[in-house]
């Protein structure tokens, strides 16, 4: 635990001042062992480090090392920490990690709210993005692949606020989903099925529920031989059996406010691209539309995520995305999503931290004005026994025969 009790906020700021010139003029060869040796004799060359005990001298060296020579400042232990999944900064003095699916608060904090802010600025920074008061809300990723928001001081009450999505330095497979329990076999073959046979998939949950982890495994499934072009807002995937990929991120605007590239931009730029696969890493707004339109126009295989509470929650939150692109009536709307989407898939996370595949529904068509469903699977009943009703897709990879 770092306890500066005895060195105040603004000595410390000090000391990562005077160091950070000595370690920029040893040069660039300038290695951890020697950056470490260098911060031990200008603490202990202190005059207040005399009355300090050596527990808190050492405190002092971590925390100015920590500082100068690693990515995330204080919280790199905790990013290197593989027992950890998320990372979130309330604000200076309130960090919390999710640990083993636990949420526990750290008993540690940040010198100054400038510190933090700084922190993010880098962050941002590393992947061409900022943040500041007239671009307050950023989306970024760390070097190992985590997703990063952070929300600047003038719209968070008790920011600046930091939230930190770590991934497995191992790309989850779907027997990894079987050995721990988030998917039956049943359901397992028949999700391999719908996405060799190139169903249009959409993977829905609340914040946490194991979306994008679900997307990464369905993701494995496609065919190696397969064109696929990935869109997300901040780069997260991993997909690493596929040859011919293009992946594409969205660009905030500049300082200018110009530049800005969006996902709706992105995903109309894709079907220029001959893919055979497309897929969405997440739907938030008008790229819905433009989502359905591709699936509408013979676009097959294409994956997605959104964020809803159940399969009804996402139709409604789609046919509200739809709207704000489109001023459609809302039948057609819905006879859009029927023929583009064909099956839903909704993750969920209980209170003891576990992912689970709830449900998986077939889409039909649109009846007396709502969209019916076919479900395939729910976690209460297993396998509902209720066979896939449009065919045509399972018949080309020449699965018609199963009874499903």
């Not at 290695?31 to 470490?36: F, G, R, V, Y």
């Not at 006879?335 to 898939?345: R, T």
């Not at 529904?361 to 976690?379: D, F, H, P, S």
């Amino acid at each position: 635990m770092v306890n500066m009790l005895y060195y105040t906020s603004d000595e410390i700021k000090g000391y990562i001042s005077e160091i950070r010139l000595k370690l920029a003029s040893m040069g660039a060869d300038l290695t951890d062992d020697k950056a470490l040796k260098t911060i031990e004799d200008y603490v202990f060359s202190l005059e207040k480090s005399r009355s300090c005990s050596y527990s808190i001298n050492s405190d002092l060296i971590q925390r100015l090392f920590l500082s100068l020579r690693s990515e995330m400042d204080i919280l790199q232990p905790y990013i290197d920490d593989r027992s950890i999944s998320e990372i979130m900064v309330n604000g200076k003095d309130n960090i919390f990690v999710e640990r083993n699916g636990k949420i526990e608060k750290l008993p540690l904090s940040f010198d100054s709210t400038e510190e933090l802010e700084e922190l993010i600025r880098r962050i941002a920074s590393r992947v061409h993005r900022e943040i500041n008061e007239l671009n307050p809300i950023v989306d970024a990723r760390l070097s190992d692949g985590s997703r990063v928001n952070a929300v600047y001081k003038n719209i968070a009450l008790n920011g600046p606020i930091l939230t930190i999505r770590k991934f497995p330095e191992r790309v989850m497979t779907m027997r990894d989903f079987l050995l721990n329990g988030t998917v039956s076999p049943e359901a397992a073959d028949l999700l391999k099925i719908l996405v060799v046979s190139g169903f249009n998939c959409f993977v829905c949950g609340g914040t946490s529920s194991g979306k994008t982890t679900m997307l990464n495994v369905l993701a494995q499934l496609i065919p190696p031989t397969e064109r696929v072009i990935v869109i997300e807002d901040s780069a997260e995937l991993q997909i690493d059996q596929i040859d011919n990929i293009v992946r594409m991120e969205c660009r905030n605007a500049g300082a200018s406010g110009k530049g800005a590239v969006d996902m709706a931009q992105l995903v109309k730029a894709s079907l220029r691209m001959r893919p055979d696969r497309l897929i969405i890493g997440e739907v938030r707004g008008s790229e819905a539309f433009e989502m359905i339109n591709a699936m509408n126009t013979g676009h097959d295989g294409s994956l997605s995520t959104g964020h809803a509470g159940s399969i009804k929650g996402i139709l409604k939150r789609l046919e509200s995305l739809f709207i704000q692109a489109a001023d459609f009536p809302v039948e057609s709307i819905r006879s859009q999503i029927a023929e583009g989407l064909d099956i839903i898939i909704h993750m969920n996370r209980d209170s003891r931290g576990s992912r689970r595949v709830m449900e998986i529904a077939e889409l039909i068509e649109v009846r007396n004005g709502e969209i019916t469903l076919n479900y395939l699977y729910t976690l209460e009943d297993g396998m509902t026994g209720n066979r896939i009703i449009h065919r045509e897709k399972l018949k080309s990879a020449g699965f018609d025969d199963l009874n499903i």
